[in-house]
């Protein structure tokens, strides 16, 4: 029997652009909190390694409902062990937030309002974040004793410094999305952050897909080991591309329409 879509914390979807490059949407759609309970943890686990097993040329993560997240069911964290909650974390960073990162083609994340703990972090994991002005980030653990431990205060430092990040993390404060975008956490603040996000994610899928893989992996060199990393290994990273069809194609159709004619098959 089909379970009714309302029982299921999360909605994977996957549609096409115009041009015929398949996107995922992930949507949390778990009751008006969208509280990131073992439901959610479960659902989009199983999510994240749909997505791994068969990868689209894009993904946009987004939610339903007035929040993105009011953040993790408490309950999850009471009576756990040190070994319990090193486990939960180790979970965590392998099932979702590491695997995310991993995919081979851009992922968005959209946030039309309150973006709390767990959401965050998983969007801290995305390549880039957009937010509605109205929407507002935080990373609230300390409310319980805690750290934010998805990631969360290195990718926050990566991206706005650490001082920053302490003055967040340590603060449990709500910021808004011009001040995140000030910094640098947030890369663009819309009206209709939806409407621009899809916009966005079907305009990345359609682009040289192999191409923004190799970004992805020049970068993740980067931040694993710094610059000299980072050019250890471009060399065999971007001259592979040299033998997919979208870079041959684009090339000739550069040199023979000029720019901004080519069309990508993610090959």
């Not at 999360?10 to 073992?38: K, M, S, Y």
């Not at 993105?68 to 937030?97: K, R």
Request: proline share 5%; net charge negative; aromatic share 6%.
């Amino acid at each position: 029997m089909t379970e009714p879509a309302a029982a299921h914390p999360t909605r994977l979807e996957r549609v096409r652009t115009d041009a015929g490059a398949e996107i995922a949407i992930l949507t949390f759609a778990h009751g008006p909190l969208n509280l990131f309970d073992q439901a959610m943890f479960d659902a989009v686990q199983a999510d994240v390694a749909a997505l791994a097993e068969d990868p689209p040329r894009a993904v946009l993560l987004r939610a339903e409902g007035k929040v993105v997240s009011a953040g993790v069911d408490v309950h999850l964290f009471d009576g756990l062990t040190a070994e319990q909650g090193a486990d939960l974390w180790q979970e965590l960073f392998a099932e979702i937030c590491h695997p995310l990162e991993a995919l081979p083609c851009p992922v968005v994340y959209a946030a039309h309002g309150l973006t709390l703990t767990a959401a965050f972090e998983i969007a801290l994991a995305c390549d880039i974040i957009l937010a509605a002005r109205k929407a507002k980030f935080g990373l609230v653990e300390t409310v319980v004793g805690l750290t934010p431990s998805m990631g969360g205060p290195q990718r926050l430092a990566e991206r706005a410094g650490s001082g920053r990040a302490r003055e967040l993390v340590m603060t449990g404060d709500l910021f808004d999305a011009a001040t995140l975008h000030a910094w640098g956490v947030v890369n663009a603040v819309h009206e209709d952050v939806d409407t621009e996000a899809r916009a966005l994610t079907a305009r990345l899928a359609d682009g040289p897909t192999r191409a923004h893989d190799a970004t992805k992996q020049i970068i993740s060199a980067w931040r694993s080991g710094g610059v000299a990393h980072a050019d250890s290994i471009t060399p065999d990273v971007s001259g592979a591309l040299f033998e997919t069809e979208d870079l041959r194609g684009a090339v000739r159709s550069f040199l023979d329409v000029g720019p901004g004619k080519a069309t990508y098959r993610g090959r």
